[in-house]
């Protein structure tokens, strides 16, 4: 089942903070994370997997609450590259497809 | 190293042609999936290889929708008299590994499909 994204669109001035909002209706094995610019393909920015364990870019910050399904991407003092739009993709816990589920998307737009 | 590779990257057929996808993927990674993109839209899992088997089909939209892997290396995704609803951009990635850790999906360009 697809993820739901939250909120589906953001406006921001150079230097504010975001976060983006995953959430599954069913249990989670990982949250994935990841930024596509116009024209371009998706870029990994993080994995957060069930049991605490993250790994990704240094400058990105995300949570996962496992008893909740839900995974909060922080943007934070953005920066005009920061504009695109963010996807969750999430993998549910107990097997099954081992693609990726991805939600809908964030559009992040950074004015300077 | 090069990255995912897909070819062609823009594809116009006509409704009922049969159109082939390639995929490159990076070289040592056994993982390969494949994804549809509607305009505007997220990103739709189709298929997924470990090595040249693809243990999940389930994504497939149609029989219209096949797909292999030879040499654990390049895929072909083959779609069967393409219809209009066909129309998308198709995204390939790879990664180290599946099964019971995931490691990040590295994407491809991607091929723009068009079915007049």
């Known amino acids: 089942q697809q993820p739901v994204q939250s909120p589906q669109a953001v406006i921001l001035r150079e230097g504010e903070d975001a976060v983006i909002n995953c959430s599954s209706s069913k249990a989670l094995y990982s949250v994935h994370w990841y930024r596509q610019k116009h024209g371009e393909a998706p870029v990994f920015l993080m994995i957060?997997?069930?049991?605490?364990e993250q790994k990704g870019h240094e400058k990105i910050s995300a949570s996962f609450n496992e008893k909740k399904q839900q995974s909060s991407l922080y943007l934070t003092a953005s920066q005009l590259s920061y504009s695109g739009t963010y996807f969750c993709g999430t993998e549910i816990a107990g097997g099954g497809a081992d693609g990726l589920t991805f939600g809908k998307g964030t559009h992040l737009i950074i004015q300077p | 190293g090069a990255g995912v590779s897909q070819s062609p990257s823009n594809k116009v057929t006509e409704k009922g042609k049969d159109v082939e996808l390639r995929c490159d993927p990076i070289?040592?990674?056994?993982?390969l999936y494949w994804y549809r993109q509607r305009l505007g839209q997220g990103l739709e899992f189709l298929i997924y290889?470990?090595?040249?088997?693809?243990?999940?089909k389930s994504g497939l939209p149609s029989d219209r929708f096949s797909a292999e892997r030879t040499g654990e290396s390049v895929s072909t995704l083959t779609i069967q008299r393409t219809q209009q609803e066909d129309s998308a951009v198709y995204l390939c990635a790879s990664s180290l590994q599946a099964g019971g850790r995931r490691n990040e999906q590295f994407f491809g360009p991607g091929t723009r499909l068009t079915v007049l």
């Open positions: 070289s040592g990674h056994t993982a």
């Open positions: 290889f470990q090595g040249n088997s693809a243990p999940d």
């Open positions: 957060l997997l069930k049991g605490g």
